[in-house]
T-cell receptor
Framework: AQSVTQPDIHITVSEGASLELRCNYS??????LFWYVQSPGQGLQLLLK??????LVQGIKGFEAEFKRSQSSFNLRKPSVHWSDAAEYFC???????????FGSGTKLNVKP | DTGVSQNPRHKITKRGQNVTFRCDPI?????LYWYRQTLGQGPEFLTY????????KSRLLSDRFSAERPKGSFSTLEIQRTEQGDSAMYLC??????????????FGPGTRLLVL
């Protein structure tokens, strides 16, 4: 069965520090992987996606993620966090035909000044 | 491109009442998805439409739920005889299957439902 696990419910980092949000997935075929960000009162916004090719993908707002097939992981990273990055982040896996998307339960990021 | 809009943004209702939500996707998008998001959880897939055809429904979509997309444009999601467990954020997303970046879903702001 397809599933996405985000083991960290809350993470707090200091502004300027680096960030890594973890995501593990379970999917029987080649996964299509996504990271979304959700700010209060806002819709989910796509940060980046991975389908194939280079396993390190770059996204918007300075985020990147690395696909590791052997670990079934797709962790999100940012070298230097800004206060405006405080939000909730969701990892998702999509079926090959984009009929369904499975989301993790999210990681809420707090940024300390 | 005005984005995906959803109305109403908030709805408070009493248990047993019927509610209807509307989603207006991005105009050229042929696929529309509905999700439910409860507190502390990620969005859960409910159903999707390709143009006006409803092609898949989740087991979460009980017979009290019905969704339509009559002309392949806007969509409605109706919940009959609401229960307190229906309280959640209902999200709509759209994409243009067959186009470049077809995998990118654009989400609306959601309709937050509270059943008293």
């Amino acid at each position: 069965a397809q599933s996405v696990t985000q083991p960290d419910i809350h993470i707090t980092v200091s502004e300027g520090a680096s960030l890594e949000l973890r995501c593990n997935y379970s999917y029987g075929a080649t996964p299509y992987l996504f990271w979304y960000v959700q700010s209060p009162g806002q819709g989910l916004q796509l940060l980046l996606k991975y389908f194939s090719g280079d396993t390190l993908v770059q996204g918007i707002k300075g985020f990147e993620a690395e696909f590791k097939r052997s670990q079934s992981s797709f962790n999100l990273r940012k070298p230097s966090v800004h206060w405006s990055d405080a939000a909730e982040y969701f990892c998702a896996v999509g079926t090959y035909n984009f009929n369904k998307f499975y989301f993790g339960s999210g990681t809420k990021l707090n940024v300390k000044p | 491109d005005t984005g995906v809009s959803q109305n109403p943004r908030h709805k408070i209702t009493k248990r047993g009442q019927n509610v209807t939500f509307r989603c207006d996707p991005i105009s050229e998008h042929n696929r529309l998805y509905w999700y439910r998001q409860t507190l502390g959880q990620g969005p859960e897939f409910l159903t999707y439409f390709q143009n006006e055809a409803q092609l898949e429904k989740s087991r979460l979509l009980s017979d009290r739920f019905s969704a339509e997309r009559p002309k392949g444009s806007f969509s409605t999601l109706e919940i009959q005889r609401t229960e307190q467990g229906d309280s959640a954020m209902y999200l709509c997303a759209s994409t243009n299957i067959g186009a470049y970046h077809q995998e990118t879903q654009y989400f609306g702001p959601g309709t937050r439902l509270l059943v008293l």
